[in-house]
């Protein structure tokens, strides 16, 4: 009797995670497709966080499999999104449409994650490192395309806190409205390196807490010397800071969550 109900609620989140991770915002597009407004974007956003998360822990007696069709499935629309990326541009004729759609597979697997970690009694470790295994691909994608930029490009340096990053905070506070670039890069020098201490935890089995801390503080530092060194991108004191709190808040939630499982484990 639980079989067929099962595989409905199995196929429920198939359809929920799938058609998540393929919401893109594009300017070639109209509709649920196309890009309208900031407020849109992040709505989409929240509601693709809040829909993944649901259908996870509606199928929290059946996280092995989701966990495995997830980890397929992601590698497969990686090599999609790459294509799409350098050749037909669906996601938008512009960088940051297609930005917006890696930033979206980002909100996918993050409801993903927090169902996994919300729904999971035993077996959490194994099934956390599987998750972030699969999801390092991307990761280090989405790394390569934002920051290894082309040498003696676009270049200009800031070395006053406040003058670079923080100016678009600024800008959305005193404007009272979202404008959808600043917001993107404000917020995503922050979110993007939440996942480095988890991905360094479920890549090196033997690392310690500290190495993951040293290595973690040390990235923003080889972004910023590369981008100074080769001449390209903005080199910017405000980056390091921001850059530096978002790996801090992944770190702390690492330490978190090791710790609520392992008394669980007890």
Same mark, same amino acid.
């Given at each position: 009797m639980n079989k067929p109900r099962n595989k409905i609620k199995y196929a429920l989140f198939v359809v929920t995670y799938v058609l998540s991770c393929l919401s893109i915002s594009s300017d070639r597009f109209d509709g649920y497709l196309g890009y309208s407004s900031t407020e849109y974007?992040?709505?989409?956003? &929240? !509601?693709? %966080?809040?829909?993944? #998360?649901?259908?996870?822990?509606?199928?929290?007696?059946?996280?092995e499999k989701i966990?495995?069709?997830?980890?397929?499935?992601?590698?497969?629309?990686?090599?999609?999104?790459?294509?799409?990326?350098?050749?037909?541009?669906?996601?938008?004729?512009?960088?940051?449409?297609?930005?917006?759609?890696?930033?979206i597979i980002f909100m996918a697997?993050? &409801? !993903?994650? %927090?169902?996994?970690? #919300?729904?999971?009694?035993?077996?959490?470790?194994?099934?956390?490192?599987?998750?972030w295994l699969a999801f390092l691909p991307t990761y280090i994608t989405t790394f390569l395309l934002v920051f290894a930029r082309k040498p003696n490009t676009y270049f200009e340096v800031n070395t006053k806190f406040g003058n670079g990053l923080l100016s678009y905070f600024d800008y959305l506070v005193n404007h009272f409205h979202f404008n959808s670039w600043p917001l993107f890069n404000f917020v995503g020098n922050v979110?993007?390196?939440?996942?480095?201490?988890?991905?360094?935890?479920?890549?090196?089995?033997?690392?310690?807490?500290?190495?993951?801390?040293?290595?973690?503080?040390c990235i923003p530092f080889i972004v910023e010397g590369y981008q100074y060194i080769f001449k390209c991108g903005s080199v910017d004191i405000d980056d390091i800071v921001f850059n530096t709190a978002g790996f801090l808040l992944g770190f702390a939630a690492l330490a978190i969550e090791k710790k609520i499982y392992k008394s669980k484990a007890l």
């Open positions: 974007l992040l709505l989409k956003f &929240g !509601l693709v %966080i809040i829909f993944v #998360l649901v259908m996870t822990l509606i199928n929290k007696n059946q996280l966990t495995e069709f997830s980890s397929i499935f992601l590698n497969v629309l990686l090599a999609f999104f790459l294509f799409d990326y350098f050749v037909t541009h669906i996601s938008g004729n512009y960088t940051y449409y297609r930005m917006w759609w890696l930033s697997n993050a &409801g !993903l994650y %927090i169902g996994i970690s #919300l729904g999971t009694k035993t077996d959490f470790q194994r099934l956390s490192k599987r998750f979110v993007f390196f939440i996942p480095i201490a988890f991905l360094l935890n479920a890549t090196f089995k033997k690392i310690k807490p500290y190495q993951i801390f040293i290595v973690g503080l």
